[in-house]
C-alpha cells in the first residue's frame, strides 16, 4: 500500500524561463530538468527547478505530460511549443527533449537518465499517455486500422467526431 502525492510536469516548462540558470545547451531538456543548482527568478523571488525543486516539494511521484513523439519540428522547441498531445508514435522519446533531436540513442539515453535520477529520489515516474488522442496525419497503416474499428474513415473529419468511435469512448 502506498500513497502517492503526484507533481504533474511538463519538461519545457520546467527548465525554458529566460531567467533559468541551467547550461543553455540543456533549456527544454530531460537533461536541464536533472541538472543540480538550476533557479528561476520572477518578482526577485528564486526558487530552484527541475528535480532539485521536486526534491523540495516533498512529493514522491512525478506525472509527465507527454514526452513521446508528436507531430513538430523538434529542432525548435521555441517556436513550436506545445504539450505534446499531438502523438505520432507512442512510446518513442520526442526529440524535443533531448540535446540531440536528431539522434535516436540521445533520446532514449536521456530519458533513463531522467527517469533513473527520479528513482534516486525516491519518485516514480508516471507517462501522460491519452491513447484516443489521434492527431489528425492518419497514414495509410492508420486508415487501414481505423477502418477494420470503425468502417470509413475520411481525411476531414476528425477520428473523435466519426460516430462510431464514440462507442469506444
Do not use: C
Amino acid at each position: 500500500n502506498a500513497d502517492y502525492t503526484v507533481y504533474e510536469l511538463h519538461v519545457q516548462d520546467m527548465t525554458m524561463s529566460d531567467t533559468w540558470t541551467g547550461t543553455e545547451e540543456y533549456r527544454g531538456t530531460f537533461k536541464g530538468m536533472i541538472e543540480k543548482g538550476t533557479t528561476y527568478t520572477k518578482d526577485n523571488v528564486t526558487v530552484t527547478t527541475g528535480f532539485d525543486h521536486i526534491d523540495e516539494l516533498g512529493v514522491n511521484a512525478v506525472q509527465i505530460l507527454p514526452f513521446y513523439d508528436h507531430d513538430n519540428d523538434e529542432t525548435d522547441i521555441v517556436a513550436n511549443y506545445n504539450w505534446g498531445y499531438n502523438p505520432v508514435s507512442y512510446m518513442t522519446p520526442s526529440g524535443w527533449f533531448s540535446s540531440d533531436a536528431n539522434s535516436p540513442v540521445a533520446r532514449i539515453n536521456e530519458l533513463k537518465e531522467f527517469i533513473d535520477n527520479a528513482h534516486k529520489l525516491g519518485l516514480g515516474v508516471n507517462m501522460d499517455v491519452v491513447f484516443n488522442e489521434l492527431w489528425n496525419k492518419l497514414t495509410d497503416a492508420d486508415k487501414a486500422q481505423m477502418y477494420d474499428l470503425f468502417g470509413e474513415v475520411d481525411d476531414n473529419q476528425p477520428i473523435e467526431n466519426l460516430e462510431t468511435f464514440q462507442k469506444f469512448r
